[in-house]
Structures are given as C-alpha cells and as structure tokens.
C-alpha cells in the first residue's frame, strides 16, 4: 500500500515520534510511507519514510496514495479534502477536551464529526472520541526501539528520578504534583535526585531549583540514555492524557515506574501490577510511594521485569501488524 501521513510540523513531540514510528513499523511491513509536513527537516529522530515539504497541503495530490492520514485536528480536515473516503484520522488524545483549546472546540467537535474512520492509541481514547463518530479502532501504541534496549545501570550516589514532559501542559502532564510529590518525598527523609526533561524550556515560575538536571528537546537516542541512567520514573499524568507515551518508553527500559491511576494507564495490562499507582492529583501519596519504592529494591527489580513484559505489547513490529490489519480491512 501507498500510505501518507500529514504532519503540522516536525518539532520534537511524542505525536510526532509516533506518526514517524508508525511510517517506519509499516516500512517494515512492505508498505510505501511518505510523511508531507509544513515544517523544516526532521533533525531528532530517524526516519526510513519519504518525506515531502509543502507550504500547504493543497499541493497535495490524494490520488497518489491509497490511504492518507490526518494525524492532529488541524491537519483531518485536509487528509479528508485530499483523500475524501480514503481519509483516516490519527488520534492520540482528544484535543477537545483540553483547556487550551475550549476557544475552538467547535472547530474541533466539527473535525471529529467527519465521515472518516480514525484510530486510535488506546481503548481509553476510543470511548471518548466513539460519541463524534463511530467508527472508531483501537491500534495501540508504539515505543521506538532505541527504549528496549539493555544497558548499563550506573550506580549513582543518590537514586535518580524522572520527571518528563512540558509544565506548560500541567492540565494533562501534571508536572506540578510530580514536583510536589518529590518535595513530599524529600521532607519525609528521602535523598535523591530529580531529572526534568521536556520538549520545551521551563516554564514562568516552575521550581526548577527542585531538578538537579533539566534537559530540553533532546533526540530519541539521547531520550532513551537518559531513561536508562535514572532509577524511578514518576507519572503523574491527569485523566485527560491521551496515552502518556514517557511512561511506556521508561518500563520499556526497565525503569520502575509511579503512575496515576488514570484510564490511559490502567488497560496495558487486567493485572495493573507493572507500576506502583497512585490517585490522580495525590502528590502526597506519590510521593509516599516514591519513599516506599526507594527503599525496597526487591520491589524495584519486580517492578523493572514486569514492566519490560508488560510493554512487549508496545514494540514495532507489533504495531506494524496493526496498522496493517487495519488499513488492509479497509
């Protein structure tokens, strides 16, 4: 099959690492993939897709391929003008509902009312978005392989933990209460060191004097040395994440993890016992956690194999017989 995906632009992003993940899984498989963007060259992560620049999408002829693919809401209602039945649209996380966007939600409830099946990340996401149109799968979710990978654990002074993801999206990533669920940790007794990582430079008036590091935008390789330096990985996410795309690449490295108790989280597996979980918005319990989890190794080595297994589920090749399934059935 002959397949595009359009992207808005090409800065660093987990949707985008995704749409770009997707292209390489069905490479994989056979399939032609091309990614047509408005943005500049894709400098962070590798890519075995075609890719073509546009200023506008209208330059784009759907005849060309046999699916294209709208992978944000600003960019379905060109795959549908380009590609009508042969549209699909990519959800991984219903931008309707986030505070950000309230000023054009109608814009978006339009895009999601489109005659065009969508698919999705998680089964959790299917039932939000199922009420707009009804025609609505399930694919899964993907890891990039560079995260699987075994590598040496270096045994720092103080353990390390992972916080990752923009404060300026607290509404979803719940920055704040992995910051206070660190200042818990710490006036309990508990010594270690916090790493921040984010796509984008700190926030106005987050505490970042609370990070002994904050690394910005760096590439996917980099991305999965830093998961694999750090001991915990904390997820503090809120009930509107779409899928919390850090929280699988860390059990894929085997990092133990504390995640909220959120739809997004729950479904990787029926026996929820890959993660330590704790309330959503409960910085105080995540916090307690992270005390409990420093000082159990035993729990901590559990909780590294279970998650590795758990996250098989999330490997390339799985999400490429997905995908395939998908666009064949169609």
Same mark, same amino acid.
């Given at each position: 099959m002959k397949i595009a995906y359009l992207l808005a632009d090409t800065e660093l992003s987990g949707g985008i690492r995704v749409?770009?993940?997707?292209?390489?899984?069905?490479?994989d498989r056979g399939h032609e993939l091309t990614l047509i963007t408005r943005g500049t060259p894709l400098t962070w992560r590798r890519s075995r897709a075609q890719w073509r620049y546009v200023r506008s999408f209208e330059e784009v002829?759907?005849?060309?391929?046999?699916?294209?693919?709208?992978?944000?809401?600003?960019?379905?209602?060109?795959?549908?003008?380009?590609?009508?039945?042969?549209?699909?649209?990519?959800?991984?996380?219903?931008?309707?509902?986030?505070?950000?966007?309230?000023?054009?939600?109608?814009?978006?409830?339009?895009?999601?009312?489109?005659?065009?099946?969508?698919?999705?990340?998680?089964?959790?996401?299917?039932?939000?978005?199922?009420?707009?149109y009804d025609d609505v799968t399930d694919v899964g979710q993907v890891v990039d392989d560079e995260f699987f990978q075994?590598?040496?654990?270096?045994?720092?002074?103080?353990?390390?933990?992972?916080l990752v993801g923009p404060a300026q999206a607290d509404f979803v990533k719940g920055i704040d209460v992995g910051y206070a669920a660190v200042r818990h940790a710490r006036a309990r007794g !508990?010594?270690? =060191?916090?790493?921040r990582?984010?796509?984008?430079? +700190? %926030?106005?008036? /987050?505490?970042?004097?609370?990070? &002994?590091?904050?690394?910005?935008a760096i590439p996917t390789v980099e991305m999965a040395r830093l998961f694999a330096s750090c001991d915990v990985y904390l997820g503090p996410n809120r009930r509107k994440e779409g899928?919390?795309?850090?929280?699988a690449e860390a059990l894929a490295g085997g990092v133990p993890a504390i995640l909220t108790r959120i739809p997004s989280y729950l479904w990787w597996d029926d026996a929820q016992d890959y993660a330590l979980f704790v309330e959503e918005g409960d910085?105080? !319990?995540?916090? =307690?956690?992270?005390?409990?989890?420093?000082?159990? +190794? %035993?729990?901590? /080595?559990?909780?590294?194999?279970? &998650?590795?297994?758990?996250?098989?589920?999330f490997r390339s090749a799985r999400l490429g017989e997905r995908l395939e399934r998908f666009f064949q059935s169609r």
């Open positions: 749409a770009v993940a997707h292209a390489d899984a069905l490479i002829d759907g005849l060309e391929f046999d699916f294209v693919v709208g992978t944000f809401w600003t960019t379905v209602a060109a795959a549908h003008a380009i590609a009508g039945p042969r549209a699909v649209h990519f959800c991984q996380g219903y931008e309707g509902s986030f505070e950000a966007y309230q000023s054009v939600k109608s814009e978006i409830d339009a895009v999601y009312r489109l005659p065009i099946p969508k698919i999705c990340v998680s089964p959790y996401l299917v039932e939000v978005v199922r009420p707009l075994e590598m040496d654990r270096l045994q720092p002074v103080r353990p390390r933990v992972l !508990a010594e270690l =060191d916090l790493v990582a984010s796509q984008w430079r +700190a %926030a106005d008036g /987050e505490p970042v004097e609370l990070a &002994g590091e904050f690394h910005v899928f919390g795309l850090p929280a910085a105080a !319990a995540m916090g =307690d956690a992270l005390v409990h989890l420093l000082g159990d +190794a %035993a729990l901590r /080595e559990r909780l590294s194999r279970r &998650g590795r297994e758990v996250a098989e589920q």
